[in-house]
């Protein structure tokens, strides 16, 4: 795993948007895209990029994280809303190469299976963006997760809950379910790029990083994996050794 700590978020944007870069100019790649504050930086860096320096996404493909159960796809804070606005929109990808899960599946285990068989299709995630919960989930797979586990409903913990109510005003208009790619599921993917900012992740990195594997970490899952970047400002790696 290699750690990459930098001063200022503008620094954390720019060197996650190096390695979405890397995998864009590569020829066709597929991106996997989390939502929560702690990418968008990047899609900003990245938006940028498009706009000014020509970066092209025509020929990419991209799959996204996860997104809550019951919203209505054009709510403001269902994720697949959040991506298309912060991201989607803004670059060349070809919108019906990024797919969503649908929250508002009439059978949801049936549509986390869909996913899972369409990632398969695509022959895979190349590099997938991840943040990570206070509680040290990775997507929603919340503490307990198995770490095989593969794209299915998850309920989310009252402290997600608590920590994500800045994006609706309440607390109570948070869902409590979500659908999720499995820690098994993001495990598959080719590299795997984590990012924090803030003194309030310090402890949860640092427990993800250098912690023991374990479930009550799901995040701690990164350990197994062939090929990591954690990228982080100060603050967030303040308590690794
Ligand atoms: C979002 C996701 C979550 C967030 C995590 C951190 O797609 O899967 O795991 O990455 O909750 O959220 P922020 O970045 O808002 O602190």
Same mark, same amino acid.
């Given at each position: 795993? @290699?750690?990459?700590?930098?001063?200022?978020?503008?620094?954390?944007?720019? $060197?996650?948007?190096?390695?979405?870069?890397?995998?864009?100019?590569?020829?066709?790649?597929?991106?996997? +895209?989390?939502?929560?504050?702690?990418?968008?930086?990047?899609?900003?860096? +990245?938006?940028?990029?498009?706009?000014?320096?020509?970066?092209?996404?025509?020929?990419?493909?991209?799959?996204?994280?996860?997104?809550?159960?019951?919203?209505?796809?054009?709510?403001?804070?269902?994720?697949?809303?959040?991506?298309?606005?912060?991201?989607?929109?803004?670059?060349?990808?070809?919108?019906?190469?990024?797919?969503?899960?649908?929250?508002?599946?009439?059978?949801?285990?049936? @549509?986390?299976?869909?996913?899972?068989?369409?990632?398969?299709?695509?022959?895979?995630?190349?590099?997938?963006? +991840?943040?990570?919960?206070?509680?040290?989930?990775?997507?929603?797979?919340?503490?307990?997760?198995?770490?095989?586990?593969?794209?299915?409903?998850?309920?989310?913990?009252?402290? $997600?809950?608590?920590?994500?109510?800045?994006?609706?005003?309440?607390?109570?208009?948070?869902?409590?379910?979500?659908? $999720?790619?499995?820690?098994?599921?993001?495990?598959?993917?080719?590299?795997?790029?984590?990012?924090?900012?803030?003194?309030?992740?310090?402890?949860?990195?640092?427990?993800?990083?250098?912690?023991?594997?374990?479930?009550?970490?799901?995040?701690?899952?990164?350990?197994?994996?062939?090929?990591?970047?954690?990228?982080?400002? @100060?603050?967030?790696?303040?308590? +690794?050794?």
């Amino acid at each position: 795993m @290699e750690v990459v700590i930098r001063s200022t978020p503008d620094e954390v944007a720019s $060197t996650v948007a190096d390695i979405v870069e890397h995998y864009v100019r590569g020829g066709p790649t597929t991106l996997g +895209l989390a939502t929560g504050s702690s990418p968008l930086g990047t899609y900003r860096e +990245l938006v940028r990029r498009h706009r000014h320096d020509g970066l092209d996404f025509s020929s990419a493909r991209a799959f996204l994280l996860d997104e809550y159960v019951g919203l209505p796809k054009d709510h403001e804070q269902s994720y697949s809303s959040v991506i298309r606005s912060e991201f989607v929109d803004r670059v060349n990808i070809d919108p019906d190469r990024v797919d969503y899960l649908d929250g508002q599946a009439e059978d949801l285990a049936r @549509e986390a299976a869909r996913y899972d068989a369409a990632i398969a299709a695509a022959g895979g995630v190349d590099v997938q963006l +991840l943040g990570i919960g206070t509680n040290g989930h990775l997507g929603f797979n919340e503490p307990g997760s198995a770490l095989t586990s593969r794209t299915r409903v998850k309920t989310l913990t009252e402290q $997600t809950r608590l920590d994500n109510a800045r994006f609706f005003g309440r607390v109570d208009d948070v869902p409590r379910h979500v659908l $999720t790619q499995g820690l098994g599921t993001i495990g598959e993917a080719g590299h795997l790029v984590l990012v924090a900012a803030g003194e309030g992740k310090a402890d949860v990195v640092a427990a993800a990083v250098e912690g023991p594997l374990t479930a009550f970490c799901p995040a701690s899952v990164i350990q197994l994996h062939r090929h990591t970047t954690v990228v982080l400002d @100060e603050a967030a790696a303040h308590h +690794l050794a």
